[in-house]
T-cell receptor
Framework: GENVEQHPSTLSVQEGDSAVIKCTYS??????FPWYKQELGKRPQLIID?????GEKKDQRIAVTLNKTAKHFSLHITETQPEDSAVYFC????????????FGKGTLLTVNP | EPEVTQTPSHQVTQMGQEVILHCVPI?????FYWYRQILGQKVEFLVS????????KSEIFDDQFSVERPDGSNFTLKIRSTKLEDSAMYFC?????????????FGSGTQLSVL
């Protein structure tokens, strides 16, 4: 089955700095890669996603890059703000798998004012 | 914006007891899921459900677990005889369509504590 590794497990940055979270996946048939943000005690919320036919996608301060050859994808947050503090999960899904998301272990991002 | 709703938000039970977790998916969604998250760990897939039957399940989803859509709106997860290791946050989710790229909406979760 799919295995998703995520690094780092914790990340602390100063407000205004950039943050990068990296994930690797094992199943070359995976073709959709969402990122979820989970604030303490709340539900995971989709913040950005990317399909395997695209190398990069950007939405305001958030961007995701995908390298299919190396089987890794990354989340980039620029101009971080304290409200960006949360746990971020990457995930991967194999096409035709009835939406069985395989999640990474999460990154606790802390943005210090 | 429509949301997936889950009840109760917290459930405390004794080991060996049966629990039923309730979910109301978004009304026009056709695919339903249960995920769980043990404290401090990643979110794990349990089961997906479509057209009144299980379409996929993980190795976690053993004979102690079952799902049901008893009416047109509710989607339940039953654990027949709870174990200590079943303590976790259980998330229900739904999506409108199957397939890559369709957004998965999560409920706010039920925190299950087995004593």
């Amino acid at each position: 089955g799919e295995n998703v590794e995520q690094h780092p497990s914790t990340l602390s940055v100063q407000e205004g700095d950039s943050a990068v979270i990296k994930c690797t996946y094992s199943d070359s048939a995976s073709n959709y890669f969402p990122w979820y943000k989970q604030e303490l005690g709340k539900r995971p919320q989709l913040i950005i996603d990317i399909r395997s036919n695209v190398g990069e996608k950007k939405d305001q301060r958030i961007a995701v890059t995908l390298n299919k050859t190396a089987k890794h994808f990354s989340l980039h947050i620029t101009e971080t703000q304290p409200e960006d503090s949360a746990v971020y999960f990457c995930a991967a899904i194999r096409g035709g798998s009835n939406y069985k998301l395989t999640f990474g272990k999460g990154t606790l991002l802390t943005v210090n004012p | 914006e429509p949301e997936v709703t889950q009840t109760p938000s917290h459930q405390v039970t004794q080991m060996g007891q049966e629990v039923i977790l309730h979910c109301v998916p978004i009304s026009n969604h056709l695919y339903f899921y249960w995920y769980r998250q043990i404290l401090g760990q990643k979110v794990e897939f349990l089961v997906s459900f479509y057209n009144n039957e299980i379409s996929e399940k993980s190795e976690i989803f053993d004979d102690q677990f079952s799902v049901e859509r008893p009416d047109g709106s509710n989607f339940t997860l039953k654990i027949r005889s709870t174990k200590l290791e079943d303590s976790a946050m259980y998330f229900c989710a739904s999506s409108e369509l199957r397939g890559t790229g369709e957004k998965l909406f999560f409920g706010s979760g039920t925190q299950l504590s087995v004593l």
